[in-house]
């Protein structure tokens, strides 16, 4: 113990999940200092639409210290964690270093290539941060202005044609929201072509759209889509990225094609950050294929009871199914909650209640006044959906 005796909680990362146990830490008799490169919480599930222009950075980025300016006992401290000294207690920063009494690891994912990242990263963003979705903007901006300027028409298609690979729940509501943008916002505003000639292709591997959703939505998402000229090519694989095309692999025939594109986004993959493989070697657990750690039912990291790892960063599969829960960001915040409830309550070497996930639903955005929603008392896609998904993302 430090400072007066009063328990050091340092939670790495200001994601949903590490904003989440900050916050619920705030009566508790305890320090709490909250580590992250950026001094801002994103709220991810709209960076999709700062891609597309239709939200400025600053709507969906929340200073750190203001959303816990009532938190008396939070500092927040904006640095790199770069090491972990897990026997030690203590947290390395490129300059400095931080002791701890317990450690709360939540520093998220980042976009996997499935073994292509030097090769695909450049040419095709994926969409995790701020900088991601501005690349995005500026990607999606100077090809319609390239097109502008194109007078080979076998070219001009090239420029206006896009190809997202992965149709999860960040490539349909980029999908969708390309099409809004090329069919309404931009239209007239250009004197040479028409925005509206833009061609979207959405490429996933498996055999519908939104698989975490039940068949039936997908299906209805599906036409939804199709409804706003997105071209979804499902089980088909992206097997080359270049700047001025794509080759994409159909899974059950081997046919191959060629589409001519110069804006490509990716959409497809996800992996832990790079502190889930130092953290992993310093305690020698165990980590999934995606670099997620293996946690205890209390996510606790085996064998160190002080140290936790929550959300995109923890692979937790004490469920009835044994699967591992999904990387979305009511799974952050019901652990970051979880976690800071265990700290409140002082167990100690007390068998702690494992934690149980509540799944309230899925949702996703297709289009303008169109989303998919999934909850335990309502299925739906079109506009009630939609509706339903703006009251939920307004209160967050």
Do not use: C
Not at 15 to 32: I, S, T
């Amino acid at each position: 113990m430090s400072e007066n005796q009063t328990e050091h909680i340092v939670i790495i990362g200001g994601g949903f999940a590490g904003l989440y146990a900050a916050k619920a830490l705030r009566h508790a008799p305890v320090r709490v200092t909250l580590i992250d490169r950026r001094n801002f919480h994103l709220f991810q599930p709209l960076l999709y639409q700062v891609a597309t222009g239709e939200l400025s950075p600053g709507d969906i980025a929340s200073p750190l210290r203001q959303v816990l300016r009532k938190s008396a006992n939070t500092r927040v401290i904006a640095g790199e964690v770069v090491d972990i000294d897990p026997d030690g207690q203590r947290v390395i920063l490129q300059n400095s270093e931080i002791a701890y009494d317990r450690l709360i690891l939540a520093t998220g994912a980042r976009h996997s290539y499935f073994g292509r990242d030097e090769e695909w990263s450049d040419v095709a963003p994926g969409l995790k941060t701020i900088e991601d979705a501005l690349d995005i903007r500026r990607r999606i901006m100077l090809a319609y202005e390239a097109d502008e300027r194109e007078p080979d028409p076998e070219r001009r298609r090239a420029w206006t044609t896009f190809v997202i690979v992965g149709a999860g729940p960040t490539g349909v509501e980029l999908a969708g929201a390309l099409s809004e943008l090329a069919h309404k916002a931009l239209r007239d505003e250009f004197r040479s072509f028409d925005p509206r000639e833009t061609q979207i292709n959405l490429v996933e591997g498996l055999d519908r759209v939104l698989t975490a959703f039940p068949e039936k939505l997908s299906q209805e998402a599906l036409e939804a889509l199709q409804e706003l000229n997105v071209t979804v090519r499902l089980g088909w694989l992206a097997t080359e990225i270049n700047r001025d095309h794509v080759v994409i692999r159909n899974t059950q025939t081997e046919e191959t094609a060629d589409i001519p594109t110069h804006t490509v986004l990716w959409a497809a993959g996800v992996k832990a950050s790079p502190l889930g493989r130092v953290i992993a070697e310093r305690t020698h657990a165990e980590t999934d294929r995606a670099g997620r750690v293996i946690v205890q039912p209390d996510l606790t990291v085996p064998g160190y009871p002080n140290v936790y790892v929550v959300g995109d960063l923890a692979h937790y599969a004490h469920t009835e199914d044994g699967r591992p829960l999904p990387g979305v960001a009511q799974v952050a915040m019901q652990q970051g909650s979880y976690v800071a409830r265990l700290i409140r309550e002082q167990h100690g070497d007390k068998t702690a209640e494992p934690f149980r996930y509540k799944d309230k639903g899925n949702m996703a955005v297709i289009g303008r006044n169109v989303a998919v929603a999934q909850t335990s008392w309502f299925q739906s896609v079109g506009f009630l959906a939609w509706w339903v998904w703006a009251a939920i993302h307004i209160n967050f």
